[in-house]
């Protein structure tokens, strides 16, 4: 596996454990019950976490058509499967995992056409 596949990984496994190591901490504190509303409430408390998720929102939209006209150029299928990712699990995983997919994509067009 190349460098760049690991370090995509890597990335990937943290965005699963941290974002969801937070989300069960949510969700411990809303008596074991998980409610969008309260965690966009939660997520938009003060000044600076309006800015995170505004920051976080724009960038997610940005990286999503990237994923989508990345996903047609390279003949990758499934790029839907990232959006579902991202929104279920974390933008912070289904990202990573699109370039460590994408990562593995290029290394075998370059391969093909050694």
Same mark, same amino acid.
């Given at each position: 596996?190349?460098?760049?596949?690991?370090?995509?990984?890597?990335?990937?496994? !943290?965005?699963?454990?941290?974002?969801?190591?937070?989300?069960?901490?949510?969700?411990?504190?809303?008596?074991? /019950?998980?409610?969008? !509303? $309260?965690?966009?409430?939660?997520?938009?408390?003060? !000044?600076?976490?309006?800015?995170?998720?505004?920051?976080?929102?724009?960038?997610?939209?940005?990286?999503?058509?990237?994923?989508?006209? $990345?996903?047609?150029?390279?003949?990758?299928?499934?790029?839907?499967?990232?959006?579902?990712? /991202?929104?279920?699990?974390?933008?912070?995983?289904?990202?990573?995992?699109?370039?460590?997919?994408?990562?593995?994509?290029? $290394?075998?067009? @370059? @391969?093909? @056409? $050694?």
């Amino acid at each position: 596996m190349s460098v760049p596949r690991i370090f995509y990984l890597s990335l990937t496994l !943290a965005g699963l454990i941290i974002p969801w190591y937070y989300n069960l901490q949510f969700i411990d504190q809303s008596d074991g /019950t998980f409610s969008i !509303a $309260e965690f966009i409430a939660a997520s938009s408390s003060n !000044a600076a976490s309006q800015s995170l998720s505004s920051d976080l929102a724009i960038a997610c939209i940005a990286g999503l058509l990237w994923i989508f006209f $990345e996903s047609r150029r390279l003949g990758m299928r499934f790029f839907w499967v990232y959006i579902v990712l /991202t929104f279920s699990v974390a933008y912070a995983f289904a990202f990573p995992l699109f370039l460590f997919i994408r990562q593995g994509k290029l $290394e075998t067009i @370059q @391969q093909q @056409q $050694e």
